[in-house]
Every structure is written in structure tokens, then in C-alpha cells.
């Protein structure tokens, strides 16, 4: 298997970008169009928790627009294995708290839909990691 495919890479990253940009301006139809639309797919966040693609839905419905909590990106991987798998990880600055935040999206290309995510997770952290 390979890792890391030049142009698979590429593409999930334009993916996470049109992602993070549609939080900012709360385009609620490319965040459910990034997310697999399954009561299988979870979203783990810092004010709730979304099992199934309607709850996950229902949240971004409810959420102000905004750039939210991300201040600047520390660190950005992501990694891909073969043609159809892909992880993104983040380490972002928290808006107005000196705490950093942790971000990581699970992303699978269905033959059917193309690039979804079936699992994601937010999170924040007391302290920087020691790398």
C-alpha cells in the first residue's frame, strides 16, 4: 500500500480547506457534504457530541457562523493509504484561551459519493505537547 500519493494528498487537503472555510462562513451544505450522510458517522466536538449524520447536521444548523474557535494552525498531517483512505490531524491555537486545540478528520472515498468524513473529533488540551 502507499502512503502519501502525491495527488491523494492534494486532494484531501483541498478538501479540509474548503471544509475549515465553509466553518467560517457557516455553509451549512459543504459541511454536510464533506461528512458521510450515515447514523454511522460521528463527530466528536468540545460542546457536543453528534452520533449519526442528522445530529451532526442538526448541530452545524444551530451553530453561529464565525471563524470560531481557531486562532492559527500549529501543525498540520495528513496521510493517506492508498487511493481511498486518509487521516487529517490538527493542533490549533484556541480563540482567546492559552490552551491548544486538537482536531482529527477520518476520511474514506466511497465509490458511490467520493471523499467523506465518517469519523471526526475535536478537542482541547491543557497544556502543549512535549514533541
Request: net charge negative.
Amino acid at each position: 500500500m502507499e502512503v502519501n500519493i502525491p495527488e491523494v494528498v492534494a486532494e484531501i487537503r483541498a478538501l479540509f480547506e474548503r471544509y475549515e472555510q465553509a466553518l467560517i462562513d457557516k455553509d451549512v451544505d459543504v459541511l454536510d457534504a464533506t461528512f458521510w450522510n450515515s447514523p454511522h458517522t460521528i463527530r466528536y466536538a468540545i460542546h457536543e457530541n453528534g452520533y449519526g449524520f442528522d445530529e451532526i447536521h442538526a448541530h452545524r444548523v444551530r451553530r453561529p457562523p464565525g471563524p470560531g474557535i481557531k486562532l492559527h494552525h500549529r501543525r498540520l498531517v495528513i496521510t493517506t493509504l492508498g487511493r481511498d483512505f486518509a487521516t487529517v490531524n490538527l493542533e490549533f491555537d484556541m480563540r482567546g484561551r492559552d490552551m491548544p486545540g486538537r482536531q482529527s478528520q477520518t476520511f474514506v472515498r466511497f465509490p458511490d459519493v467520493g471523499w467523506k468524513v465518517v469519523a471526526a473529533h475535536v478537542s482541547v488540551t491543557e497544556s502543549s505537547p512535549a514533541y
